[in-house]
């Protein structure tokens, strides 16, 4: 007998073949040796430097940095090697292809794993698999550097593979293949994707539940459902070093324990919460109107920074305003424009397009679809918008902002648009499967299309109506903007006048996209309606509808991550080459010391920290305690509060040339010193507000609560007085302490009770968090050694575990799948679901 096995794998391999040519050739420079430019990735290079150098000359791992933000916990950065044997599966699964190949390949393997199992036709399989890969956020987010975002959004429909496989009867396979990848969803830990991806499972076990009570097949339901939950229960245990970690780091960051402090700016009460603050959280809500975006790419402006012609209506304004054209095009190559003008106050780097003819597919599955699979599929789409729309829907969003379990955690509310992002490409693939396989008449079908198509034509129209008529193409920057071009163009009513072309650059770029979209969909549509009048067979068909999926979302994903987005690696690490500041400070030959950049945006930018200990960074979770002190002192430049941090340095701009110059400072206090005197604040507000005038050379505020550590101590210290730091290290440091009398130290580093622990001499001493945000210590009179070691029990346990768990699971789905494959070949081809 032919073995028909290895003639019904010759499809799928040459599915991975296609993935693997498309994103070979979007991405072709890198087969020049070219890496994508990223700025978020160039912040990670910051962050990460000083934790990778220890590692690198002790071997130790790193847990804690002095590199951002004057000291944090190094596990949201780099903590050296894990235990976790998911993260091999990375690149196995990848077939080791090079960054953003990879991302792209694993998405397309991804879906194009779910099609298969929900049975669609091999192209129609293929075809989605483009779709989702290369929905415009998709590339976008490629662009700017967010891997694990990336990672986990191209690993939720294998998640979701695995659990219709299991509840479909396939309970080891279907099991072990949901273990395989939210092990691997977890392990590259993009939380906010992975609390999504929990919801669209909550909305289809729900559905699995209502069939299987309605097919009276609850038995088979429970069981199914109680493999997941060991399948999931395995995957989280692999990713437990992890997990511990950021579970007790939360606790003291802006998205966990709110801050202490109960004023703002004003001393106004603020409402406090368990998790970010909700004007912070709902930063980048999507606009309602705005999600026209999913069908019409350039709906609200494409980007807040876009690049535009000479022959652009606003640069014929700027040429009918008398500048030269070869000025206008060195203006318009230098300087990006925000055309965009939609609801997202922050900006925003491009549309969540996921093309004219998928959401016209969809709107066919809606007409056409009968299975279960539909009704949880639309929930998880309608509440996908939902959450995206953030502030734009605060009845709602603000109710699930303070009640919904973690959900305070989380900011952006416009990246719940992924949920839709992935519905609406298996839904556009099941209308299509309807098409080819349905039991209905043609004549039937071909009504369903013709509706399908007045309903989308209806949207599309109904999108550029209220651009036209109600919202306008006006923006938030526009004001901005207007004083800008008035000084440059000489006048006020000049630059009214660039204003207004702007606005007809939207114009005209919504009018274009929608008109490019109706071509796409009547593409897609001609394509069934010849199939249907059986005038084309249904290869072509199918073939004819993938190319357009492909084109138009490949043209639409140039303007974002293209050939220009790609640099050689002298390039990229250009920005990391240290300026002739950063080579003054670096001469100083004191070990310890902290250095603020003013020439970047201090607390948004981490490239200072890959020279410096720095008082800035970049992290969307900082620990609070520092959180406070940026917004209620360093923001003032309260030179007390920056001494008490040893600033040493300060990197300012030049007064004639504009380049960065260092500036020593003669008042930082050092790493430690003695205090003459404590005063007693009877809580956090007045423990910030000490600090407003506190000369915290002299003395130390302190919260009551740490009284009864203290009792009725009076700290004394003369001139003599010294505490000194002898050995710098990541997770351990000693210093020696003079003081003819007991005295109070105040070591000018992080205060994080999770894990640091003190001695003096050997012998175990009490951490009293000192002037809000520092390590305090009551020490005896004399001459002694004292030692702070990062000692944080938890990581540890999650190491050991982690190791373990992720071995036995990758084992168990060595031997499972490795068993389906010999039951496969043995059964010569033959299906076994």
């Known amino acids: ?154 690993l939720m429909p294998a998640v979701l593979a695995g659990i219709i496989l299991t509840y479909r009867g396939k309970l080891l396979t279907g099991a072990a293949l949901t273990a395989l990848a939210t092990g691997m969803l977890i392990y590259n830990n993009h939380l906010q994707i992975i609390y999504y991806t929990l919801i669209m499972v909550g909305c289809l076990a729900i559905g699995a539940f209502i069939h299987a009570f309605r097919e009276k097949q609850l038995p088979q339901f429970f069981k199914a459902s109680g493999l997941l939950a060991i399948a999931g229960a395995l995957a989280i245990l692999t990713s437990m070093d992890s997990l511990l970690m950021l579970r007790e780091y939360t606790d003291y960051t802006m998205r966990g324990s709110k801050s202490e402090l109960t004023l703002d700016q004003g001393d106004v009460v603020q409402k406090k919460s368990t998790g970010l603050d909700i004007d912070y959280a709902y930063d980048w809500s999507y606009g309602k109107a705005e999600s026209g975006t999913f069908l019409i790419p350039g709906y609200v402006g494409n980007s807040s920074a876009q690049k535009l012609s000479n022959s652009s209506n606003f640069g014929q304004q700027m040429i009918s305003l008398g500048v030269p054209a070869a000025q206008v095009d060195q203006f318009l190559e230098q300087q990006k424009l925000p055309v965009y003008y939609g609801a997202q106050s922050k900006g925003t780097s491009g549309p969540v397009y996921v093309g004219a003819i998928i959401c016209f597919l969809f709107v066919l599955s809606l007409l056409l679809v009968k299975s279960w699979h539909k009704w949880w599929l639309v929930a998880v789409t309608v509440i996908g918008f939902i959450l995206a729309w953030g502030k734009n829907l605060a009845f709602i969003n603000d109710f699930l902002f303070y009640h919904l379990p973690l959900y305070n955690k989380f900011r952006a509310p416009a990246q719940a648009l992924v949920l839709p992002s992935l519905t609406f490409v298996v839904l556009g693939c099941w209308g299509l499967q309807e098409v080819a396989a349905s039991k209905l008449t043609k004549e039937a079908l071909l009504k369903k299309l013709k509706e399908a198509l007045l309903i989308t034509g209806g949207i599309l129209a109904g999108f550029v109506l209220i651009s036209n008529f109600f919202t306008g193409f006006s923006s938030a920057s526009d004001a901005s903007m207007l004083n800008y071009f008035a000084q440059m163009m000489g006048g006020e009513e000049n630059g009214k006048l660039l204003i207004r072309a702007l606005e007809k650059d939207r114009s005209s770029l919504l009018l274009k996209d929608a008109f490019r979209s109706v071509i796409f969909i009547l593409i897609a549509a001609a394509a069934i309606w010849a199939f249907l009048k059986t005038k084309i067979k249904w290869q072509t068909a199918a073939l004819i509808i993938t190319a357009a999926v492909t084109i138009d979302l490949l043209q639409v994903d140039k303007n974002y991550l293209n050939n220009d987005s790609f640099v050689d690696d002298m390039s990229y690490m250009q920005v990391m080459q240290p300026s002739p500041a ?64 040893n600033t040493k340095y300060f990197i300012v701009p030049d007064q004639k040339s504009g380049q960065p110059v260092a500036q020593r400072n003669p008042g930082a206090y050092g790493n430690a010193w003695f205090v003459k005197d404590i005063i007693w604040a009877p809580d956090a507000n007045t423990e910030m507000k000490t600090l407003d005038y506190l000369n915290s050379r002299d003395s130390a505020v302190i919260d009551k609560r740490f009284a009864a550590q203290l009792g009725n101590f009076k700290p004394n210290a003369d001139s003599s007085a010294t505490i000194m730091l002898t050995k710098y290290g990541l997770n351990k440091l000693q210093y020696v302490s003079h003081n003819p009398q007991e005295g109070f130290g105040v070591f000018s580093e992080i205060y994080y009770p999770a894990g640091w622990k003190a001695f003096i001499d050997g012998n175990p001493a009490d951490i009293i968090r000192t002037d809000y945000a520092l390590r305090g210590l009551k020490i005896p009179a004399g001459d002694h050694k004292i030692e702070m070691r990062f000692e944080p029990t938890k990581v540890f346990t999650g190491l050991k575990i982690a190791g373990i768990s992720s071995t036995l699971l990758l084992l168990l789905v060595i031997v499972i799948f490795g068993w389906e494959c010999y039951q496969y070949i043995k059964s010569d081809g033959q299906k076994t679901a």
């Open 1 to 154: 007998m032919k073995q028909n096995w290895l003639k019904a794998i010759l499809p799928h391999l040459a599915a991975i073949g296609i993935f693997l040519l498309l994103a070979m050739v979007y991405c072709s420079p890198v087969l020049e040796g070219k890496v994508v430019n990223q700025a978020d990735m160039k912040n990670v290079e910051g962050m990460a430097k000083e934790a990778k150098d220890y590692y690198e000359a002790t071997g130790e791992r790193p847990l804690w940095t002095n590199s951002m933000f004057s000291g944090m916990p190094s596990y949201v950065i780099y903590t050296g090697p894990g235990t976790n044997k998911m993260g091999y599966m990375n690149w196995v699964i990848t077939l080791k292809t090079p960054f953003p190949v990879n991302m792209l390949f694993l998405a397309m393997m991804s879906m194009y794993l779910l099609l298969c199992i929900l049975d669609f036709k091999y192209w129609i399989r293929v075809m989605g698999a483009i779709a989702f890969a290369f929905c415009s956020y998709n590339v976008i987010i490629i662009d700017v550097g967010h891997i694990t975002k990336m990672f986990d959004i191209a």
């Open 582 to 645: 950063d080579q003054q400070i670096k001469q100083d030959p004191d070990p310890y010391y902290r250095v603020f950049n003013l020439t970047t945006s201090p607390f948004d930018d981490a490239s200072p920290s890959y020279f410096h200990k720095n008082i800035g960074g970049y992290s969307p979770a900082k620990l609070w305690v520092y959180q406070d002190l940026i917004t209620h002192q360093i923001s003032k430049q309260n030179m007390h509060v920056l001494n008490m941090l």
